[in-house]
């Protein structure tokens, strides 16, 4: 976003001959330009920085998360997508807020972690630097998978459940799927006993039927059949 020069000196003057009050007259400038820093609000307007900070607080404000922060926009001006994020000229806003609380809130939210790349590509804005940082310091956690990291929460609970779905998905492609007979025995089984884990369906499916599948293929199968209640006490003791 380049200043309009033209504006700028329109303001200036406008400034002098009007009643408005400052923080009038920030919203006014808000509806000609989206997006300001805060140096150039507090030359037009005649205030100090610390005064249009104040004013800016008053009405409600969003910080970038790009740009070191440098770039303010007013609360009701975002139209944020599904992640809480608003591109506008290459300037990152966050309905969370700065860069590491949109990251953990992101990845908190997320069913198995992000890649750097994946926040990358959701937040328009390279994230290595940060993620490195926030591991060190220990606002998330991170674990190797194939050839990338994957971050994920810090919250135990989260955290457990993005490593059940990251195990999931690291069941090799080449599996070959249930049998009619094993899909059919499992089926019947959850049936009869919805609480039984997906270790005790494996060993009954190979002492009944002399078939062996893994508990992991068949939380696939669960998974795959769009079954939405997942036997409770299921501990992955395997």
Known sequence: IQLNQK??????????????????????????????MIDDLSQIVGYAVISVRRYLKQIGYFR???????????????VFNKSGVWIYENIGFSKHGNLTKTIVNLIDK??????????GNILHY?????????????????????TEFAYLS???????R??????????????QPLTAEAAVFILVEFIKNPVLSFKEMANKLKQSKRITVSPNEIEQFFIGQGLKKIPTGTTRRY
């Open 7 to 36: 504006h700028l000196i329109l303001d200036q003057n406008a400034m002098a001959d009007s009643k408005k009050s400052p923080s009038e007259h920030i919203v006014e400038l808000f509806t000609q330009q989206k997006c300001w």
């Open 64 to 78: 970038s998360y790009t740009h070191n922060g440098k770039w303010y926009t007013l609360t009701s001006i975002p």
């Open 110 to 119: 997320s069913d198995n972690g992000y890649t750097a790349k994946e926040l």
């Open 126 to 146: 390279s994230c290595h630097p940060v993620l490195r940082s926030m591991v060190k310091t220990g606002r998330i956690n991170r674990v190797k998978e194939s």
């Open 154 to 160: 810090l919250n135990q609970k989260i955290h457990h």
């Open 162 to 175: 993005q490593l059940e779905r990251l195990k999931l998905l690291s069941v090799p492609k080449t599996s």
